[in-house]
């Protein structure tokens, strides 16, 4: 039994391998990658920092030239696109099924070759949302120490499929952002994307009331305390005292829902505010910045 525990985790990395690369900037800070396309790596943000390029070294030894098209520290992910293309991508579609019990295999190639180490999904959890406001569709809790140099690198399961990429800052002691949510990350970095919307206030919750609560239908909204001369808010025309309680349909109760609103808009894009201005509400348009 033992004998063949081994043989499938190792099948496992072999299967995986070819797609897992080192991701090394000029201030000699190195991690680990993995493969999206033939000419694309994602990784840590983290791991790139503010680096525009960096260098990718392949399963086969050689290093090449990549240049960072986007990075989102709020879910700790960035792509690289990689000069000449060549690379083996990961087979990432589809969303394995994953348990609690089920043994899982972290990659890193922090220098030339495929490290590998062991875990075991300890709990599983619903939706959750980080600190910078990325919201993040469940929540894999992983027993086991990822070693450094692993952080951007693939979470896989027995079978070699890629459950997620790895992270050791979204939560204490390390996290994975589940696949699916790479997916859409890629698809925004890759086209230039990251920077989150942003409005030039300042707020702090506040209790609505019961009059104006059956108005807007929620209890609680951003009371707004400051407003950033020239920025997006003062162009749209808010003003001190006026209480946030949407964005675009989306209900605003807190600076998480704020936040993670704008983390979801992203930087110069048109939304809609609905807010609160004495007594009664009202829709502002506002471009974010």
């Known amino acids: 039994m033992a004998h063949?525990?081994?043989e499938a985790l190792a099948a496992a990395v072999k299967a995986a391998s070819e797609s897992v690369v080192r991701v090394e900037t000029r201030h000699g800070r190195a991690g680990t990658g993995l493969a999206w396309?033939?000419?694309?790596?994602?990784?840590?943000?983290?791991?790139?920092?503010?680096?525009?390029s960096v260098t990718i070294g392949l399963p086969d030894g050689r290093d090449v030239a990549g240049t960072v098209t986007g990075r989102d520290f709020a879910i700790d992910l960035a792509v690289i696109r990689v000069e000449g293309g060549g690379l083996t991508p990961a087979a990432t579609?589809?969303?394995?099924?994953?348990?609690?019990?089920?043994?899982?295999?972290p990659l890193g190639r922090p220098g030339k070759t495929i490290r590998a180490a062991f875990g075991l999904v300890a709990a599983l959890g619903p939706g959750w949302r980080t600190h910078g406001g990325a919201e993040i569709s469940r929540h894999i809790d992983v027993d086991g120490s990822l070693p450094p140099g692993f952080p951007g690198g693939p979470l896989v399961d027995l079978d070699g499929k890629i459950l997620g990429i790895n992270s050791r800052v979204l939560?204490?002691?390390?996290?994975?952002?589940?696949?699916?949510d790479v997916r859409k990350a890629v698809e925004r970095l890759a086209r230039g994307g990251g920077r989150r919307g942003h409005l030039g206030v300042a707020a702090h919750p506040v209790d609505l009331g019961d009059a104006i609560a059956a108005k807007v239908g929620q209890n609680t909204g951003l009371l707004v305390v400051s407003v950033e001369a020239g920025g997006p808010a003062?162009?749209?025309g808010l003003l001190l005292g006026d209480v946030i309680v949407g964005v675009d349909g989306a209900?605003?109760?807190?600076?998480?829902?704020l936040v993670g609103k704008l983390h979801s808009l992203g930087a110069g894009k048109d939304a809609s505010l609905r807010i609160v201005r004495a007594g009664e509400p009202k829709d502002v348009a506002v471009k974010t910045g």
């Open 37 to 52: 396309a033939a000419d694309l790596v994602v990784t840590n943000a983290r791991t790139v920092g503010r680096s525009e």
């Open 234 to 236: 003062d162009k749209a």
């Open 251 to 257: 209900t605003v109760g807190s600076l998480e829902d």
């Open 171 to 180: 939560l204490r002691g390390g996290g994975t952002v589940p696949i699916a």
């Open 4 to 6: 063949v525990l081994s």
């Open 93 to 105: 579609d589809g969303d394995p099924a994953v348990e609690v019990g089920h043994i899982v295999v």
